[in-house]
């Protein structure tokens, strides 16, 4: 059974989202990402990526450069071309 919220380390909830396959609630834990490490695992700012979510399924995100080169991850809830 999925949780009402997910919390982070310290207990605090995180944002969730409906997995787009599935439908089941699942939250991002890419937290305090820094730029730089994108390129080790083949990513680019401003570009579709994916990576496998909570219940199993691929998810698609956009990293997005924030202040202090930190990386926010904006999910895409639909088809990326």
């Not at 997910?6 to 207990?11: A, H, I, T, V, Y």
């Amino acid at each position: 059974m999925v949780p009402a919220w997910w919390p982070d380390e310290r207990g605090k909830p995180i944002a969730t989202y409906p997995c787009p396959r599935c439908g089941r609630e699942v939250a991002s834990r890419f937290r305090g990402f820094r730029v730089e490490p994108l390129s080790h695992v083949g990513w680019s700012l401003f570009r579709a990526s994916s990576y496998i979510n909570w219940c199993g399924h691929a998810q698609e995100v956009i990293p997005v450069p924030m202040r202090h080169g930190r990386v926010s991850f904006v999910p895409v809830l639909g088809e990326t071309r």
